[in-house]
């Protein structure tokens, strides 16, 4: 193959292509096989290919997950928007964040650590609170809309976050006997808990 012919194929694999890639080789074989040689095979290169775009497979994971928090940021931030009052937008927020991991379980585990992905919170807390932001503006309506002072969102946030969040954890450990349909019912009852610790409070 020509040095041309080698530069066109790699414009067209590119970037977005070696993600895809990484993300096929995780769905089949799990995070902790894929390797940069691997995802250099599966679109036919050898692994310096690779990095001419990632310093390492850890700078493509990164790359994966900014993407997968941005992805659920938006879903969070629609599913909020087009609830018809508070209390909607809190069970219409966990429904997207329970379905995203759902939909994309190989990126989810990139973006929490799952599945033998290598990075702790403290590398991921900037990407993260987008989510996070999204979630409180919810939760900061809901509180207000049950007549509770709103001061402490942060923590009603981060509770609500530990329950969804565990219930996928569990669910993709195959710990969770009713699947995503238990998952699901147990995430609105998380959600109808907390409005109703609110109503008290």
């Known amino acids: 193959m020509t040095g041309e012919r ?19 080789l995780a769905a089949e074989e799990g ?6 040689r691997k995802i250099a095979d599966r679109v036919g ?7 001419e775009y990632f310093e390492s497979k850890d700078d493509l994971l990164f790359e994966l997950l900014k993407g997968g928090f941005g992805d659920l940021a938006r879903a969070v931030r629609a599913a909020r928007e087009d609830a018809p009052d508070a209390e909607g937008a809190l069970y219409a927020v966990a429904r997207a964040y329970l379905r995203f991991a759902w939909g994309s379980p190989d990126l989810y585990q990139v973006m929490y650590g799952l599945g033998g992905v290598p990075f702790a919170a403290s590398e991921t807390w900037e990407e993260g609170q987008r989510v996070g932001d999204e979630v409180g503006l ?16 942060a923590e009603e946030v981060l509770a609500l976050w530990a ?16 699947g995503e349909e238990q998952a699901e019912r147990l995430g609105e009852k998380a959600v109808r808990d907390a409005l109703a610790a609110w109503k008290r409070g």
Not at 31 to 36: D, I, K, T, Y
Not at 163 to 178: F, P, S, Y
């Open 163 to 178: 329950a969804v969040h565990g219930l996928v954890a569990l669910t993709m450990a195959g710990r969770m006997e009713g």
């Open 31 to 36: 995070w902790g096989a894929v390797s940069v």
């Open 6 to 24: 080698k530069q066109t194929r790699r414009k067209r694999v590119g970037k977005a292509g070696l993600l895809s890639a990484a993300r096929e």
């Open 138 to 153: 919810a939760v900061e309506e809901a509180m207000r809309g049950r007549g509770k002072e709103a001061t402490d969102v």
């Open 45 to 51: 290169y050898r692994a310096p290919v690779v990095y």
